[in-house]
């Protein structure tokens, strides 16, 4: 298969393969979530008076999408990269407190929404989807914000599946040495 195939498009390949287990996980999960709502709805009053915030969960799936295929392409970048398996999951946990940052500053978002930090993690393509997340429940984001983030994200995901692919293509080149950094990089600037 690795001769029949580019690196980008078997990268790319392993993304949405990825993307799409976790949406049938997902789906499985809101189709269970819906189900007992209309089961238990008739007994708890509580919940004859739910509404679905149809925005909220649309401006999410806008910003889900590209970042969980962002985290995909760097866990694919990181593990063509490394040699052993433990070196991966020490990248990974790096990587995941990136993306988390906003839970983690979660009281100085909802203290100050509109703030310089909020903002900042809003257009930062690694932690801008639990940022909006946490700032639209709260108040208002302005659509200019909205709108680089998500362009900003997108940009990113697509730089970084290129990137994966590219240095999927040199840890093939060097199987069974780790890449170093300075390789990594160097086979992304490559032609």
Sequence with gaps: MLTSVTPGQLIG???LGLLAATL???AVYVVAAVAAVKVAAP???QLQHVEVPWT??????LFFFPAYTLV?????AVGSAV???QQGQQLAGIVNLIFILPIMLAAVILQNPAGPLAVA???FPTTSFLTVALRWGVGTIPAWQLAAGWVLLVAATLLMIWAAARIFRAGMLRYGQPLTVKSALSSISRR
């Design 72 to 76: 995909a392409a760097i866990m694919v």
């Design 24 to 26: 049938t996980q997902l």
């Design 13 to 15: 390949g392993k993304t």
């Design 56 to 61: 909220f969960l649309g401006l999410l799936a």
């Design 121 to 123: 993690l809003t257009l």
């Design 83 to 85: 040699g052993e398996l």
């Design 43 to 45: 007994y708890v009053v």
